[in-house]
């Protein structure tokens, strides 16, 4: 399964975004039947948008309809459901697993 | 090509040979003396930070006459999306800059003449907008980072252009020829311009037919025959050249953009490049609209700087045993009410720009000369705030010299510390960091960049609608009207 990350612009981040962005792509890197392709490839799978505020400035239609499915981080929340930034890494990888099992 | 990288810009920089003078020196190469290299690294972020994951969506964008993707430095607004994402990126900048960048005032210039070369044409039948268009598309294709040139030194303030007895006081048009135009005169304070490639040179204020010849706006390089750049003083400057790092502060980026007086001594501009040449009554909205987009700018950019700021007066605070006292927490708290402020005054002037006639769009003129008026006073504050705070070792501190000395550096070590489990070159640094925030010449900067405060008033008493003011008073007073009784 691809997945591709994508940031929001990090104007004023509420949470380490960078930091935890690079800790998602090296553990789903790990992470066997998955691969972590560039957000410019044409066959995303999961996309995974990143935004350091509940304004989530990233989640747009344009970066939405690239991947068949997209998980977003905004601030500290999962998909709109409140998660501390200690957890955020585990929510995300624990999120992107369920949808690859799902496919295979 | 449409975006190049920070190293990039540097070997473009190389190339070029501009007349530049700092402290009495003629300078052979900007980009390795240390006057001036911070300033360069500072520039050099906007292109690699448009390369990085975590800021793309802020600093790149699609140009509106290519369709290519494009450093947002070189984009032309064409939605109020477009005006938020310049605050946030200016934002991100400061932030990770902590200093002046320099780029937007090219930016804004881009902006502003793009529209007022459309309405001039549209006026006179003139061409300056395609003109105008074709230069821009060869900015976006090579990215390149251009000054804007607009302050004049203006003489006798009391006198207009033409009434002036030495001429040049403002940049006009000695000769008009086949081929191209003439100038002579001086910017003055042009941030950027001895590490730009280019100055957009523009008129800075309104004009009467008799200064026609100073209703100019042309693009000039660097390395124009006749163009000399004498670069100013910054408070503390001689550290960046004296083998200092601590003592800097801001060793890499610096502090605000370095200024420059730009000397033009007949300098020639081929037609191509030039976009108003005589046009005096298009001169006040070309003044009005570049300093719309450069006033929205300074609740993005200087924000950036303020958490800067605040982070270090914080952490200064936690090291020196201070953090937890009830009126720091107050004065932190007060510190982020003022930078938010500024920041709520560029979204609200971005969230109520508008399409101008050429298509593009430019902020809310009197809420951007409201934010930048709101800038002139709020970093003072804030930087009084972290004065107060940080102590007055901020000003008294031995240099990082004899915090190395051998003999004496322990004292100043031991004498330097504040939390016995800190280093006090941690709290040196911070000191030194709030030092170049703070002191001298970034204060000035928020003061007179992109106008000076009565400018601000003057566009704030031209923007208010004074006669509805008055109506809604008078209509809740009954004035003019039988009173009734419900």
């Given at each position: 399964m691809n997945v591709a990350l994508k940031y929001c612009g990090s104007c004023n981040p509420q949470i380490e975004l960078s930091d935890i962005g690079h800790k998602i792509e090296e553990a789903l890197q790990e992470a066997p039947d998955i691969e972590v392709v560039p957000r410019s490839s044409k066959a995303i799978d999961v996309m995974v948008i990143l935004c350091g505020c509940p304004r989530a400035c990233g989640d747009k239609k344009r970066i939405r309809k690239r991947a068949s499915h997209c998980i977003v981080v905004a601030g500290e929340s999962v998909d709109l459901v409140p998660v501390a930034e200690k957890d955020l890494l585990s929510q995300v990888i624990q999120k992107v697993k369920s949808l690859s099992t799902a496919k295979s | 090509m449409g975006m190049i990288r920070g190293d990039d810009y540097r070997e473009s920089l190389r190339r070029v040979k501009p007349e530049v003078y700092y402290m009495g020196e003629k300078i052979d190469s900007v980009t390795d003396h240390p006057a001036f290299i911070p300033h360069i690294n500072s520039a050099a972020l906007t292109y690699d930070m448009a390369w990085a994951p975590e800021f793309e969506e802020l600093l790149t964008t699609k140009s509106h006459l290519t369709g290519e993707k494009i450093n947002l430095f070189t984009h032309v607004h064409h939605s109020t999306d477009d005006l938020i994402q310049k605050v946030k990126a200016l934002r991100a900048l400061g932030q990770q800059?902590?200093?002046?960048?320099?780029?937007c005032v090219g930016h804004d210039a881009l902006n502003a003449i793009y529209s007022v070369t459309f309405d001039m044409d549209k006026k006179n039948g003139t061409d300056y907008h395609k003109r105008f268009v074709d230069f821009l598309k060869e900015i976006q294709k090579e990215d390149r980072f251009i000054s804007g040139a607009m302050t004049d030194p203006k003489g006798d303030r009391s006198l207009s252009p033409s009434q002036q007895a030495d001429p040049d006081q403002y940049v006009h048009v000695v000769e008009k020829k086949k081929d191209g135009i003439v100038i002579r005169g001086a910017k003055a304070h042009i941030t950027g311009s001895v590490n730009a490639l280019g100055h957009m040179v523009m008129p800075t204020a309104s004009m009467k037919e008799t200064d026609a010849d100073y209703a100019v706006c042309c693009y000039v390089p660097v390395d124009a025959p006749g163009l000399i750049h004498i670069f100013g003083r910054q408070t503390n400057d001689d550290r960046k050249c004296s083998g200092c790092l601590m003592d800097q502060g801001n060793p890499e980026y610096g502090i605000v953009g370095g200024e420059a007086l730009l000397v033009f001594e007949d300098v020639f501009v081929p037609w191509e490049q030039v976009f108003m040449c005589g046009e005096y009554d298009f001169a006040f909205e070309l003044v009005e609209r570049f300093a719309t987009a450069h006033r929205q700018n300074y609740g993005g950019c200087k924000v950036g700087l303020a958490d800067v700021l605040t982070g270090a007066t914080y952490a200064l605070a936690e090291v020196q045993g201070t953090a937890t006292a009830s009126h720091v927490r107050d004065k932190l708290v007060e510190m982020v009410h003022l930078a938010e402020t500024l920041y709520c005054c560029s979204i609200a002037c971005s969230c109520q720009g508008y399409a101008l006639p050429a298509g593009n769009f430019m902020a809310d003129p009197l809420l951007a000369n409201i934010t930048k008026l709101n800038v002139t006073r709020n970093v003072y504050e804030m930087s009084r705030l972290a004065q107060d705070i940080a102590g007055g070792l901020l000003a008294t501190m031995p240099s990082e010299f004899d915090w190395g000395d051998t003999k004496i550096g322990k004292y100043v070590d031991k004498y330097s510390k504040?939390?016995?489990?800190?280093?006090?070159e941690t709290r040196m640094r911070l000191l030194r960091l709030i030092e170049g925030m703070t002191c001298g010449t970034a204060l000035v900067e928020s003061m007179h960049?992109?106008?000076?405060p009565q400018a601000q008033r003057i566009m704030i008493m031209r923007r208010s609608n004074w006669e509805r003011k008055k109506r809604l008073a008078q209509k809740l007073a009954k004035i003019g009207e039988q009173p009734k009784l419900v």
């Open positions: - | 800059t902590g200093s002046c960048f320099a780029r504040g939390a016995t489990d800190v280093p006090a960049g992109a106008g000076s």
